[in-house]
């Protein structure tokens, strides 16, 4: 039985890996629009990050700034022990829906029953993180991607079902296959996804186009 491999370490360096994307002219320009972006560094609250990433599905991200701070209001601390101290209501009265509520606590109760070690989660490789997340209801391929890019500052995730990430590569590759030119950029993928992302906020707050 072949090993899985082991888990990819935070990226840290992103002179290096600037460097790799920059042999793509496409992405070099993208990097000298958007210029260096902050280090990612591994979250010390795992959970606490998947309840945040859950907060702010399918909403802006003052709406879910606000959800968050509320649910801190209500519960200290976001801890599994302190989502299930609380009632369903409670917690959709701090603004969360109630599918979001079912989802925080089935989370709660994996990391509470050991079905989840939220705490070694950054040992796992990425297949594996993905495959223990998608499992709850709520959480699917995208969450668990997401989780996998800021909260463990996995380098090489790209998120296939981000619509504007697709977009990016369509307007900056028209014709191209995304898998390919994706492909050119890994072991990197994470700190591309982010130029694409900060390209896309160039754009929206009227820079030129390439």
């Known amino acids: 039985m072949t090993a899985a491999p082991p888990a990819l370490p935070p990226l840290t360096d992103h002179a290096g890996a600037t460097a790799h994307l920059s042999r793509d002219p496409v992405m070099a320009q993208v990097i000298a629009l958007c210029g260096e972006l902050t280090v990612l560094t ?3 609250d795992p959970f606490g990050r998947l309840v945040r990433s859950v907060a702010g599905q399918q909403v802006s991200v003052k709406a879910a700034q606000a959800v968050y ?9 976001i801890t599994p022990a302190a989502l299930l101290g609380v009632t369903g209501d409670d917690l959709r009265g701090a603004g969360l829906s109630w599918a979001k509520v079912r989802t ?10 050991g079905q989840i070690d939220f705490a070694h989660l950054a040992q796992q490789t990425d297949a ?6 998608v499992v709850l209801p709520g959480i699917g391929q995208w969450t668990a991607e ?5 909260a463990l500052a996995r380098p090489d995730v790209f998120s296939y079902g981000d619509l504007a990430l697709r977009q990016g590569v369509a307007r900056l590759y028209p014709g191209e296959d ?4 994706t492909g050119h950029w890994a072991p990197y993928r994470s700190l591309a996804s982010r130029y694409l992302w900060a390209d896309n906020a160039r754009l929206r707050a009227g820079g030129a186009p390439l």
């Open 104 to 113: 925080v606590q089935a989370a709660a109760v994996a990391a509470e029953t």
């Open 128 to 133: 594996t993180v993905v495959a223990e997340l």
């Open 146 to 150: 997401m989780f996998l890019l800021f």
């Open 42 to 44: 591994p979250t010390p």
């Open 178 to 181: 995304w898998q390919a030119v």
């Open 69 to 77: 701070g509320r649910l801190e209001t209500l519960l200290g601390t």
